[in-house]
């Protein structure tokens, strides 16, 4: 367990050393707050209301599809993985460190837009924090699993990027985050539904709980868990 | 004792037998080096003996813990030298020993990243991690490569106090210099199969003994071959006072090991 721990902490601090994930789950974030938030409530005031789920939807999206990929890919990819294989260090401890970390910078960086949306864009605090911070951490794993599922299964970095921009792009462009979803084509409507963007921004705006909205969740996290087993396994042959 | 035993080890790819029956075994504490040219079948050997690659039929048994430094290995760009250390040592539940962190300049480089570090200081950080395990049998693969002198010197002093510490060393190595400072029996690869087994001097004895003698005289250079050292050198003696013409200087090469490597490897030895 102790080994655990340090390599949970290491990676934590590998993960501040690399600029790549402080620009995917800090910077670019934080910026398309600042700027899109002010748009936002410029144009529709109304968007204040929802300011903070939608701007956390796109941060932990942006922070998982674009951050994570390229640090599984350096693991499994390339050599990382045959040093660990060679010398006593479990697979499995690449994906999981990494994706520990990644959920901890992604709910720091939700924590500081749900502190800085009030003071800064009058932006509503969501009915029922306890539930919104549950259903956040739900929506991160969830997004993480998806991200994993890519960093596993591409071994190209560039391809890499490239896979999880076209993941990320219609992610958020059919999310309802920009827009209301129902606004969209009936097919782009039912394409949405597929990506977790949609049913996390539902369940982290629903004033009431709603297992159909979970469920989504759930059935997404589950496949991306047995996939992710699956491409590991295979990664260690 | 042996600390590894290979019999009957075969591996192919697709249709391609890149092993074909190997049969060796290597003796508790001594360093052992794998030779071959390019697609021998070197490195899936010590693949498949690593444990590291399956192979079609045969077995290994290994009699000891393994340490392994692989040809192409890498590190997350971001972790230090001696976080990378910490972390393998922690998972292998050791403590790395304070000689072999100072004896491999980790300490030099405990703050650097391993994108910071250089080929040799690369080399040295994943022998100290190959070292964590605290292994009794040690795997080098091209442990030397993309080395400067410096770093090659340094390595070959490491991995002779490992010898002397009791562990056993199997390397492949390309460097017959190396091979022929560092081990104590070599086996040479040769499409698939064992071509050569035993020390580097008896690699000598079975291609044969030939001698080139240089005689450097006042009126110049003169070369002479032999498969009998002493008697040629003694009747070259004799023959050149008895003409009067006095010797400047006299050299024996009795052929490099690089040479009797590529006659077994193109099956001439």
Known sequence: MEAFFYGAALQWKMDIRSKTLLITCYAVPLLFFAIMGGIFTAVMPEAGKTLIQSMTVFGVSMGALIGLPPSLVEIYGG????????????????????????????????????????????????????????????????????????????????KTSMVSILVFLPSIMLSGIMFP?????????????????????????????????????LLLLAIAVVVCGILLRKVGE | MDAIQV???????????????????????????????????????????????????????????????????????????????????????TVPADGMLDALGIRELAKKQYYQLSTGQKRRLHLALALTRDPDILFLDEPTAGLDVEG?????????????????????????????????????????????????????????????????TEAGTEEYASENIGETLLALLVQYREKGVSISDIKVDRGSLEQHFMKIAKGEG
Not at chain 1, 131 to 157: C, H, N, R, T
Not at chain 1, 181 to 200: C, D, H, M, T
Not at chain 2, 184 to 203: K, V, Y
């Open chain 1, 79 to 158: 050599d990382i993985k045959k040093v660990y294989k060679a010398n006593g260090v479990p697979l499995y401890l690449g994906l999981v460190l990494t994706n520990l970390s990644a959920f901890v910078h992604l709910f720091i960086m939700s924590v500081l837009l749900y502190l800085a949306a009030p003071p800064v864009f009058d932006a509503a605090i969501p009915e029922n924090p306890g539930a919104y911070f549950i259903w956040l951490a739900v929506f991160i794993l969830v997004s993480l699993s998806i991200a994993s599922m890519i960093g596993l299964a591409v071994k190209d970095q560039a």
């Open chain 1, 181 to 217: 979803a129902e606004l969209l084509p009936k097919g782009l409507e039912a394409a949405g539904r597929i990506f977790p963007a949609v049913w996390g921004y539902r369940l982290m705006t629903e004033s009431a709980f709603q297992f159909a909205t979970l469920l989504p969740l």
């Open chain 2, 7 to 93: 019999r009957g080890l075969k591996k192919s790819y697709g249709s391609h037998t890149v092993l074909k029956g190997l049969d060796f075994c290597v003796r508790q504490g001594e360093i052992f080096a794998l030779l071959g040219v390019n697609g021998a079948g070197k490195t899936t050997t010590l693949e498949c003996v690593e444990g590291l690659r399956s192979y079609d039929s045969g077995g290994v048994s290994i009699h000891g813990k393994t340490g392994i430094q692989l040809q192409s290995a890498s590190m997350p760009e971001h972790i230090r030298a001696m976080e990378a250390v910490r972390l393998f040592s922690k998972w292998n539940k």
């Open chain 2, 152 to 216: 090659r010197v340094s390595l070959h002093a490491q991995i002779r106090k490992l010898k002397a510490q009791g562990k056993t060393i199997v390397l492949a190595s390309h460097d017959m210099a190396e091979v022929e400072s560092l081990c104590d029996r070599i086996a040479i690869l040769n499409e698939g199969r064992i071509a050569f087994i035993g020390t580097p001097l008896q690699l000598g004895e079975r291609v044969g003994k030939h001698y080139r003698i240089t005689v450097q």
